[in-house]
């Protein structure tokens, strides 16, 4: 996930580095400028070794979690994280959006307002993720769906208010360390995060079933919050950042022009995905359920390496914008598209071959037709191609487009599996999600061709008062 603390982290690596081996390849190869790509390979760096340790570990906790609580078991966790997923989604208020977009932009220039920024999002989490987790528990009974709506998944899902809670907070935490790009602390939070999770995920699943599961979600989501908190107490100091709480009503028009439209943008999207697994459980029930979601984590492969490179590159195409680097943020955001895509590809490539070996290591009975996993994983590339296109919208000044390009992925997503669930069950849904990520990169794209057209127009402009006011 880089910095910019030139004295700090740079002398790590040998000034020649970037000239030989693959970072003259990012440099030479792909357009990016020769110091955005130092900043690019060290941040990815980082993040590459956290991220393959920590999803390795959570990977893991998925494997043992279906092992360990059968199929029909399994499918009700997919369902339980997916509902907590969208509560802590419209809980989060869009804060780490916020705090990732203004700490970037301000951490050098203005250091005082990025801690005003800090001190808002840090009281709006605290109070959000207090009230949805009461909201969450109260609510409950009718959030189980499904012909295996019993007891047990009423308990699981009131037990899942713990994991919701600290998820929240846990939002504006990591946008703040992204946007201050410390992406070693991050690589080491979580580190020890996936192995905790899959140390719980054993242990509580094996003597407790469900709920001990969703319980040891909950218990890694606060190791996460307090591991997140010291980070960035040590990175705001590092900063000359002072976290304040006088102010922060004067910065609320970030909270109109970005949490606002990135709540309801999540909102929108979580609520459809929340929607068509409950709508494949009461058509096909859990077990069909239990097969999506194990051939989920091959579409979470596939996002892997470009969801590194996003965390790397939005930090970083921000700071540059907001230091007048028009040429420089348009080389780099063509580079990582091209990038990001290339690896997701690849990826999906290779998985697809292995698809059905992969599916057993959850078990035996987690079969998927081909259909199913070809389906998903060219959803996934077109998912890697839209995240990657997504940054030009995020660094503008609102995020209202957003929600209207998300409204749309979820019309298509549950019109799509409304027609085709009742006959084609599980693939249905991974045809779903094809047709919905397929518009968003048209979407996605025809945005991004806007905003560098504008940047284009605001850079000619800009070379063309320095020649006539030299």
Not at 198 to 207: D, E, G
Not at 409 to 424: F, N, P
């Amino acid at each position: 996930m880089l910095n910019d603390t030139t004295g700090l982290r740079a002398a790590a690596i040998p000034a020649a580095a970037p000239d030989r081996g693959f970072g003259r390849f990012v440099t030479v190869r792909t357009g990016i400028p020769r110091s955005a790509s130092e900043r690019l390979l060290r941040g990815v760096g980082w993040s590459a070794a956290g991220c393959i340790i920590g999803q390795s570990a959570s990977f893991a906790g998925s494997v043992v979690a279906a092992r360990c609580l059968g199929k029909e078991g399994f499918g009700q966790f997919a369902l339980v994280q997916t509902t907590v997923a969208a509560f802590s989604t419209l809980a989060s208020l869009g804060l780490g959006t916020t705090t990732l977009k203004f700490v970037s932009e301000y951490r050098t220039s203005n250091p005082q307002k990025a801690g005003i920024i800090l001190g808002l999002s840090s009281l709006a989490a605290f109070v959000a993720a207090a009230l949805f987790s009461a909201a969450l528990v109260l609510c409950a009974p009718w959030l189980a769906v499904g012909r295996a709506s019993a007891p047990i998944l009423t308990a699981a899902m009131r037990l899942s208010a713990l994991y919701m809670f600290f998820t929240t907070v846990n939002g504006y935490q990591m946008g703040a360390l992204s946007g201050l790009e410390a992406f070693r602390g991050i690589a080491c939070i979580n580190v020890a995060y996936g192995l905790a999770t899959l140390v719980l995920t054993w242990a509580a699943s094996r003597w407790f079933g469900l709920c001990g599961a969703t319980l040891a979600q909950g218990l890694s989501a606060a190791l996460l919050w307090l591991l997140y908190h010291y980070a960035l107490k040590a990175e705001c100091r590092l900063r000359n950042i002072v976290v304040t709480y006088c102010g922060v009503w004067k910065e609320r028009p970030a909270l109109y022009r970005f949490s606002v439209p990135s709540t309801t943008a999540c909102l929108i999207a979580s609520l459809a995905v929340w929607w068509s697994n409950a709508a494949l459980a009461r058509a096909s029930g859990y077990a069909q359920l239990a097969v999506f979601s194990a051939v989920n984590n091959m579409r979470l492969i596939v996002l892997f390496v470009p969801l590194i490179i996003g965390r790397v590159t939005t930090p970083l195409l921000n700071n540059m914008l907001a230091a007048g680097d028009l040429w420089g943020y348009r080389k780099t955001f063509c580079g990582s598209v091209a990038l990001s895509g290339s690896t997701g590809i690849l990826a999906a490539t290779v998985l697809a071959l292995a698809g059905r070996y992969f599916l057993h290591l959850f078990g035996k009975e987690f079969t998927g037709s081909s259909a199913l996993i070809l389906l998903l994983l060219s959803a996934a590339t077109l998912e890697v191609i839209a995240s990657s296109l997504y940054q030009a919208v995020f660094a503008g000044s609102s995020l209202w487009r957003q929600v209207v390009i998300n409204a749309v992925w979820t019309v298509v997503l549950v019109a799509t599996l409304q027609l085709t669930v009742s006959r084609h069950g599980v693939s249905a849904l991974a045809f779903s999600y094809l047709a919905a990520w397929g518009s968003s990169v048209i979407l996605y794209g025809a945005e991004a061709w806007r905003r560098l057209k504008q940047l284009e127009l605001r850079r000619s402009q800009t070379l063309e008062k320095t020649l006539c006011n030299p």
